[in-house]
């Protein structure tokens, strides 16, 4: 068998494993609380037949003895005996060890130290040759309990990375018996809450929809105006659900068909209800379902309500004083309108930040081209954001399930771009002492970025080019031809009409690539998105340096949209980012900007400055190139003229349906 057999064969099983964790998490995800004991032990099984493991057990801390662990989900190998209970005389180290929260991996009991010398003994004499035991705990807090797994018959080695993959499965056990715990233990105060029903004043009403029939309490008759006691129909509900606020009632009746569908296992809600004769009142409202039939649908359902109007009385009015006390705080805070926006992002695009029209724009473009397999040129200054947006078509696309490639023809030596692209043989040049895939092979079935595509030589370029037409090529040193199926997005800062013009790009891969171009704006042309953008910087530095940090005077703010941005968004950042370091209150401080001017900036050619001239008034107009409202009008220039430029400058003609 030859060492890509076995490379290929090694890639399933991790894929088949990968496959196993993925299935045994998105079990967890839905199993109810009942479930999570047999689906543990299930998942013991799969993942020791699946590693040839001989034992596996997850203990926990026995209520009765604190100090021990009593194993609670084990699966053992046919002929062995299941473990006992962990106590401290016979495993000190190992218990020291995952009270600290430590995993503890050894492939032989003579890897452990030589403080480990009880828990060794006590191992051999148990038979355990290998073993890997991982602390289960959540959110930081201490263990709830071990997963240990154990080889009997022969030792094993614990790779890292199957390590890894290991303690993921560890967390989601640990995830499942937390949340089991959580719902044991609200289903006890549930209890609880109904023994105390009467001591707290709630009104309780029970409903069957089966005979039907209902009950009302005498408080539930007080406080919403129901007639208590039996009745042989729904009069109840019909009742209640007549008076309950018009603003209110679609959401009340929602959640309340949620329950009753069995979406829903537990009701709390607070609304406003018009009393017959009362007026308005607050109500926070219980409920849960006692019975349902075989399709989930509510048969008899239960509950309590309680008048909370005093409460919501004093909570608007405590609300009301904070908002005094906030707005004399403003008052007295002077030169500092606080320019905190909430970061408001279209929830399809949770990577770009901003609202201004050049923005939506190119997201809309983005929506556009993501379903078809189309090859995008995403141009843009650096800085810009242009591999968000090749993120976003990607993720938008029918590949988006898989992870899209990117390169940076720019940060790789000219000498090994091709390598990388396309990858090698073993001895193909002096250095290339083993294969390597190249980052097309990685991409099949996906998509491959090549940012700053500009940068590649004549020679990859051509290359490149056979791909986009044929969809395949050879590794450096093979004579054999790779079909791949590989969706190509370009980035660039460069003008590569004017390359190809110059002889420095070829022409033939320029039209391949430029299928449907993209130009996101540099900063300073979206002024107006500068606060949210950094908004969005200071909450994530803050937070990450461990400061808070309320105001932007209104004075720094129009300071930093008035510069203008060489760097973009990520000289932005990283001006905020030192910001934040020296800021030492909660205002924040940008010194950067005081002494910083703007004419030290690159100054343009003229042929670059008529090309943003150009493309301001194309946008502006809409792209409309002839009439009163168009570019050439706006310009001052025949439309032919205008044609002509645009075709010199490389801009798209778009559509010239305006000529109708």
Wanted: with cysteine; net charge neutral.
């Amino acid at each position: 068998m030859t060492t890509e057999d076995n490379l290929h064969m090694e890639l399933e099983a991790r894929l088949r494993f990968e496959t196993l964790i993925a299935d045994l998490s998105s079990k967890f995800v839905n199993a109810p609380a009942s479930a999570v004991d047999s689906e543990i032990m299930d998942a013991e099984r799969l993942i020791c037949e699946f590693l040839g493991l001989d034992l596996a057990a997850l203990w926990q801390w026995s209520v009765e003895a604190p100090s021990v662990l009593a194993p609670t989900h084990v699966y053992a190998q046919e002929g062995l005996q299941a473990p006992g209970q962990m106590r401290q005389e016979h495993f000190p180290w190992y218990l020291q060890e995952m009270l600290a929260g430590r995993m503890v991996a050894c492939s032989s009991l003579e890897e452990l130290p030589a403080e480990a010398a009880v828990d060794r003994e006590t191992c051999r004499q148990i038979g355990v040759k290998s073993n890997l035991t991982i602390p289960l705990s959540v959110g930081g807090e201490p263990p709830i309990g071990i997963l240990g797994l154990n080889t009997i018959r022969a030792e094993r080695n614990w790779p890292e990375a199957l390590v890894k993959r290991l303690q993921l499965v560890a967390q989601i056990f640990a995830n499942a018996l937390a949340r089991k715990r959580a719902e044991e233990a609200f289903r006890a105060s549930e209890v609880r809450l109904e023994a105390g029903a009467d001591l707290a004043g709630l009104g309780c009403y029970e409903v069957d929809f089966v005979k039907p029939s209902s009950f009302a309490d005498g408080r539930i008759s007080e406080i919403l105006g129901v007639p208590a006691g039996y009745h042989s129909s729904l009069k109840i509900p019909e009742l209640w659900a007549q008076h309950l606020h018009p603003e209110d009632k679609q959401h009340v009746m929602d959640e309340r068909k949620k329950l009753h569908d069995g979406r829903l296992e537990r009701l709390s809600m607070e609304y406003r209800y018009l009393h017959p004769t009362q007026g308005q009142k607050w109500i926070h409202h219980l409920a849960r379902v006692a019975t349902r039939d075989a399709t989930g649908r509510a048969i008899r359902s239960f509950g309590a309500v309680r008048d909370i109007t005093l409460q919501k009385q004093a909570q608007e009015a405590l609300l009301k004083s904070y908002a005094e006390i906030e707005h004399l705080k403003e008052r007295l805070q002077a030169e500092a309108d606080y320019l905190k926006a909430e970061v408001k992002v279209t929830q399809d695009h949770g990577e770009v930040i901003g609202q201004s029209a050049a923005i939506r724009k190119v997201l809309r473009q983005a929506e556009q081209v993501a379903p078809t397999d189309s090859s995008v040129l995403i141009y843009g200054e650096t800085g810009t954001g242009k591999e968000l947006i090749a993120q976003i078509i990607h993720r938008l696309s029918s590949r988006g399930n898989r992870v899209m490639v990117k390169v940076n023809c720019a940060a790789i030596p000219s000498a090994l771009v091709e390598s990388e692209l396309f990858g090698r043989e073993k001895g193909a040049f002096t250095g290339a002492l083993m294969r390597q895939i190249g980052r097309f092979e990685l991409a099949d079935d996906s998509t491959i970025f090549l940012d700053e595509l500009g940068e590649l030589s004549l020679e990859v370029q051509s290359k490149l080019l056979r791909v986009l037409q044929e969809g395949q090529f050879e590794r450096l040193g093979s004579p054999k031809t790779i079909k791949v199926n590989v969706r190509i997005i370009g980035a660039t800062n460069r003008d590569l009409a004017e390359e190809v013009h110059k002889g420095g790009f070829r022409a033939d891969l320029f039209y391949r690539l430029n299928v449907f171009p993209i130009r996101v704006p540099p900063l300073r042309d979206r002024p107006e998105d500068i606060p949210l953008l950094v908004w969005a910087f200071i909450e994530e530095l803050s937070s990450r340096m461990g400061k808070k940090i309320t105001q932007v005077p209104r004075k720094t703010m129009e300071m930093l949209q008035r510069y203008p941005w060489p760097g973009n968004i990520r000289e932005l950042r990283n001006v905020i980012e030192h910001s934040t370091i020296i800021t030492s209150d909660e205002t924040l401080r940008v010194p950067m900007l005081e002494h910083a001017a703007p004419e030290a900036l690159p100054i343009l050619t003229l042929a670059d400055s008529e090309r943003e001239h150009i493309l301001k008034a194309l946008e502006k107009t809409g792209w409309r190139i002839k009439g009163p409202a168009g570019a050439a009008a706006l310009l001052g220039l025949h439309p032919s003229t205008l044609y002509g430029r645009m075709r010199k400058f490389g801009i798209p003609g778009h559509s010239r349906k305006e000529d109708a």
